[in-house]
């Protein structure tokens, strides 16, 4: 079974950084492309950001460009996200995510709290 423990979220003034992490079960870690995702209050989750199996491609919502960089260690089985510049309307839930075949599979996820 693939288990994802995000950590590394906490309370942050407006314009500063955090790094989350997500920690990832499995021998095959490395075959697959990672996402990350957030749901903040009443509101629907909204994908953040993707990156290919190898880290050789990443995306991003357009909302984030520029500020968030996902990256992985495939050695560690670890997906990462820094946020940098973060606004009060960053603030939510953040979920790692990956799919095997038909099935998703989410961490318990990380809170960020983005307030003077």
């Known amino acids: 079974q693939v288990q994802l423990v995000e950590s590394g979220g906490g309370l942050v003034q407006p314009g500063g950084s955090l790094r989350l992490s997500c920690a990832a079960s499995?021998?095959?870690?490395?075959?697959?492309?990672m996402h990350w995702y957030r749901q903040a209050p009443g509101k629907e989750r909204e994908w953040v950001a993707t990156?290919?199996?190898?880290?050789?491609?990443?995306d991003y919502a357009d909302s984030m460009k520029g500020r968030f960089t996902i990256s992985r260690d495939n050695a560690k089985n670890t997906v990462y996200l820094q946020m940098n510049s973060l606004k009060p309307e960053d603030t939510a839930v953040y979920y790692c995510n990956t799919r095997r075949g038909r099935d998703d599979y989410w961490g318990q996820g990380t809170q960020v709290t983005v307030s003077s």
């Open positions: 499995g021998r095959t870690f490395s075959s697959y492309a």
């Open positions: 990156i290919t199996s190898t880290g050789g491609s990443t």
